[in-house]
């Protein structure tokens, strides 16, 4: 089983990745799934233009950078979503490079680590109606960390108990995409 760390934010002096390689390390120990970081700012992932829907597409997407997109996330069959919340909601580029594809999120699992003022619950609840639109299922256990009290100057430090909230959330996370592949 292959998991998706999905770096969702593309901005500048982001906070996304650090957020992502916290995640990744902490299931290093694991045995039970493969992880792997998927950067959406590696992607290059073009503005949703196209007058074919994704889910029409076929898997044959306009651009290079929306077709290697698509094989990423093909290849997983569950995701963390890292996500920061902008404005109170989800990140642009994110909610865009969701949109750009079709088939390859149908019936998968996702759980979220958030980060932003309010600890991104905000956006996390957008994204639980994004979802649903693919037919995913969302985990329960959630990551939300507070920019104000994880972040500084020296970087991310989470709080202790975020360690049990993603364990928490693995293992919601990793029940489901088993019993959905079987």
Not at 2 to 10: D, F, H, M, P, Q
Not at 79 to 102: M, Q, R, S
Not at 128 to 156: K, P, Y
């Amino acid at each position: 089983m292959k998991i998706g760390i999905v770096v969702g934010s593309i901005r500048e002096g982001r906070r996304g990745r650090m957020v992502g390689d916290w995640v990744k390390a902490q299931v290093a120990g694991r045995d039970d799934a493969e992880f792997e970081i998927v950067d959406l700012k590696e992607y290059d992932v073009p503005l949703l233009t196209a007058a074919t829907l994704p889910s029409q597409a076929n898997r044959q997407y306009d651009s290079e950078g929306a077709r290697r997109w698509s094989a990423a996330i093909d290849a997983c069959d569950g995701f963390i979503f890292v996500t920061p919340e902008y404005n109170h909601g989800v990140p642009g580029a994110f909610k865009n490079a969701i949109d750009t594809l079709g088939p390859e999120w149908l019936g998968k699992k996702v759980g979220f680590v958030s980060y932003g003022a309010d600890a991104g619950v905000r956006a996390v609840e957008q994204w639980r109606q994004i979802v649903v639109n693919f037919q995913m299922v969302d985990v329960r256990g959630q990551v939300a960390l507070s920019t104000f009290a994880e972040f500084g100057d020296e970087g991310f430090t989470p709080l202790e108990r975020r360690t049990v909230d993603l364990g928490n959330l693995l293992d919601q996370l990793l029940a489901a995409t088993a019993r959905s592949m079987s």
